[in-house]
């Protein structure tokens, strides 16, 4: 119950009681999963977006949002310049007032931002399998070490934890188009403190101890038909 309030960017026992409608919906509504894959979502909306008109630039970073007699009057990338008649940034708050906008018209400055207790970063483990893992299901929490302990390494002490918790998906339980026919498509998130000495060998140290932590529970092992491997820090600041 406490696990998805962890992201929100405090201890689960400082969380208002309000947020535990986010476990409610999960455990009474279910969850959805759109075949295919998550991006289906993402090419889904780009389909509607075009249908109507909208334009859509990738790969094109944002530098800054011009502003002219306090008006927004466009942005500025890194291919060119844009005139809009507003703006709406989806972006981070902090990324958007602190990097975007003229110092003038920032709401805080950078020593507010730098005494904000963020929400956690991510290790993320992107495998692929040459088997089937009978006892995973789609979504596998890991709840076998200390979750206070864990806490406390993301919001008290940040830290890398030494034995932390973590979730896996395995989509191809619930859709064969995810991987080949007889293999499993896996990702393993490990929630981690923000701001926190980041490097391969740090990241490889923990692959071997959740695997063998995912077997024990499995009851088989599968890390020599492990035939893709990735990894990635979701960096949040």
Known sequence: MEFPVLFLGAMPNQIPALYSLMNYSALVQGTYYPMGGMYKIIEGMKELAQSLGVQIKTNEAINSIEIVDGKVKGVKTGLGQYETDGVIASADYNHVEQKLLPIELRNYNEAYWKKKTFAPSSLIFYLGVNKK?????????????????????????????????????????????????????????????????????????????????????????????????????????
């Open 133 to 237: 893992i009978k006892k995973l299901l789609h979504h596998n929490l890991f709840f076998d070490a200390d979750f206070s302990q864990h806490s406390k390494d993301i919001y008290e002490k940040p830290q890398w934890t030494k034995d932390p918790l973590f979730y896996v998906c395995c989509p191809s339980k619930t859709d064969d188009s995810v991987a080949p026919e007889g293999m499993e498509n896996l990702f393993v998130l490990i929630p981690i403190a923000t701001g926190l000495e980041d490097n391969d060998e740090i990241r490889d140290s923990f692959f071997a101890p959740i695997i063998k932590r995912i077997e024990k529970f499995c009851g088989e092992s599968f890390y020599e038909n492990i035939i893709y491997k990735n990894h990635i820090v979701l960096k949040i600041s």
